[in-house]
């Protein structure tokens, strides 16, 4: 599941993006900024943020997923 907000003058026109795959939540809370990774079932509050840990995370595998997503909504021409 993948979500996308892009938002006028409050985002300056750029977008910040969320996914959720099983129990993982990768999110962004402003543009380009890094990932955040959460694992839902041990933290529902969002409370510890994963994605500084060795592996065993899904956030690259995430971020893959997101980076072409990205690229082909990105293609769309964006309308005012």
Avoid: C, H, K
């Amino acid at each position: 599941l993948f979500f996308s907000i892009r938002e006028g003058p409050r985002l300056g026109g750029q977008a910040v993006y969320a996914m959720r795959r099983g129990p993982w939540v990768a999110l962004q809370m402003q543009p380009r900024e890094a990932w955040q990774l959460y694992n839902l079932d041990r933290d529902p509050r969002q409370a510890t943020n994963l994605a500084g840990q060795p592996a065993g995370t899904p956030l690259r595998a995430m971020d893959e997923t997101a980076r072409a997503f990205i690229t082909r909504a990105e293609a769309v021409p964006f309308r005012r």
